[in-house]
């Protein structure tokens, strides 16, 4: 009844305002699938109802991370010894506040469960290791046994997988995953519910009718039942007045209203389909979700999940702090994957790709000898050990050349060269002679490097320069 619900201030924004409704389970004897959102022959369509919530960042923030785990299920797994050194460079890139406060591993092959202890051994506080695992009394014994803390479950939300996919209803999919959470709660291990597929859910006749449930057994147990928001489809938008299933916003706003999850048990897993895995990860943050679970290099299932790179840039324009973060580990990890693992970097890829921060057209390039902030993003020498670069082509001029010379060489000051220095006007002429002759492609740092030493013999200087 309208008239029974309580009236309470919101410490927050200190308003009066009605408390909450329930939201009990709808439980429908035919799949709602979101048709009108989802027809399968059209491209999806994103409607709006203009329904605005209100932001609610919370003062701590955190990223997750599942490179061992969905990272590893689109590409040959990783050795044992790869996943420690990966793990040592998370645990530098975390910082000391452990900004990256989790790693999820998998449990089914001796070569993780090694990994698992190795990493264990550590003894780092941050990322803490945890699981993933099949809902099975068996595999929670195995949690236990390894000594983790926490585990992640599997729990398909949307009536495609309901349906289609476990052959059940909305009430005997529900009661067989709270007896599956119960049983994990039984041995004392805190589960971490994976919403898979939510933003095809029926959020308000499932998503928060089970989560509300969930809640209630973490009160019983005393034990945190997190809940991770899965965007498996990559669906989710954030465009303000978005209908739900699809609004992002929107379900944060469900999940921590009308569901009574706690920002620090709420996280967001996102995919990049239709490119928005990081700007959808972002709006959790803004709305209301502590964690964001990512990947290294955004590597996972299909077109991948969100960057962990990414969401580190993030947090710093969000909490105008790194927090301690050492970001140029991002680059040894670029180099570690590449070198190492022999994993390939699309060369446009921000912060780690070749080209990232390289500048082509001749007029940017003498902008960039003029003052580097006018073409780079931020001081990328500094936070990624990457200065900003010039590729020399037809169109790099003097100043392309010149600001190549010193950012190669990492030549400053009274060192280094500018556009009118006889070393980079003999660098032109050759590169001109290339052009001229045809050429079509970017000149390689092999070739300049040659022509270079070339030039420098010709002229006889001295060879303490520019090495």
């Given at each position: 009844m309208e008239e029974s619900r309580k009236v309470i201030l919101n410490p927050q924004n200190n308003l009066l305002q009605l408390e909450e409704h329930l939201y009990p389970l709808v439980d429908v004897t035919r799949p709602n699938t979101f048709r009108n959102l989802f027809p399968y022959d059209e491209i999806p369509k994103i409607a709006f109802n203009d329904r605005i919530v209100p932001h609610h960042f919370p003062e701590k923030i955190w990223i997750t991370d599942t490179t061992f785990r969905d990272g590893q299920q689109s590409r040959a797994p990783y050795t044992t010894e790869q996943i420690v050194t990966i793990f040592d460079y998370l645990h530098r890139l975390g910082g000391p506040k452990?900004?990256?406060?989790?790693?999820?591993?998998?449990?089914?092959?001796?070569?993780?469960?090694?990994?698992?202890?190795?990493?264990?051994?550590?003894?780092?506080?941050?990322?803490?290791?945890?699981?993933?695992?099949?809902?099975?009394?068996?595999?929670?014994?195995?949690?236990?046994?390894?000594?983790?803390?926490?585990?992640?479950?599997?729990?398909?939300?949307?009536?495609?997988?309901?349906?289609?996919?476990m052959k059940m209803t909305r009430r005997e999919v529900m009661n067989h995953y709270l007896s599956v959470v119960r049983e994990c709660l039984e041995t004392g291990i805190a589960p971490r519910c994976h919403l898979e597929d939510i933003t095809r859910s029926d959020i308000h006749g499932f998503v928060i009718p089970f989560c509300l449930e969930l809640m209630k057994l973490s009160e019983e147990y005393k034990i945190p039942v997190k809940i991770r928001a899965c965007d498996t489809m990559g669906y989710g938008v954030n465009f303000p007045g978005a209908v739900i299933p699809r609004s992002v916003q929107g379900i944060i706003y469900g999940l921590t209203t009308h569901a009574g999850v706690p920002s620090e048990m709420l996280e967001w897993h996102g995919h990049n389909d239709f490119y928005k895995a990081v700007s959808n990860s972002t709006t959790a943050w803004l709305y209301g979700a502590c964690g964001i679970n990512t990947s290294l290099f955004g590597i996972g299932e299909r077109t991948g999940n969100t960057p962990l790179e990414a969401m580190v840039f993030e947090y710093a324009q969000l909490k105008g702090t790194l927090d301690g973060m050492d970001t140029t580990v991002i680059t040894e990890l670029a180099e570690y994957f590449t070198k190492e693992i022999g994993y390939h970097i699309p060369p446009r890829t921000p912060f780690v790709g070749k080209n990232f921060n390289v500048t082509r057209a001749g007029i940017h390039a003498d902008g960039l000898l003029k003052n580097e902030e006018i073409y780079n993003i931020f001081d990328t020498g500094k936070f990624l050990n990457r200065p900003a670069l010039v590729s020399v082509s037809n169109t790099s001029g003097l100043a392309g050349i010149a600001h190549w010379i010193n950012s190669y060489f990492k030549l400053k000051g009274n060192d280094a060269v500018d556009k009118s220095s006889p070393v980079v006007v003999k660098v032109k002429e050759w590169v001109d002679k290339e052009y001229d002759e045809g050429r079509v492609t970017v000149i390689t740092d092999e070739e300049l490097i040659q022509i270079i030493n070339d030039v420098k013999s010709e002229m006889s200087i001295g060879e303490n320069k520019f090495q």
């Open positions: 452990g900004i990256i406060k989790q790693s999820e591993f998998f449990l089914y092959s001796k070569k993780d469960r090694d990994a698992v202890y190795k990493c264990m051994e550590k003894g780092y506080e941050f990322p803490e290791v945890t699981s993933w695992i099949r809902a099975s009394k068996k595999d929670f014994e195995l949690v236990k046994e390894i000594g983790l803390k926490e585990t992640g479950i599997l729990v398909s939300c949307s009536d495609y997988h309901i349906f289609y996919k």
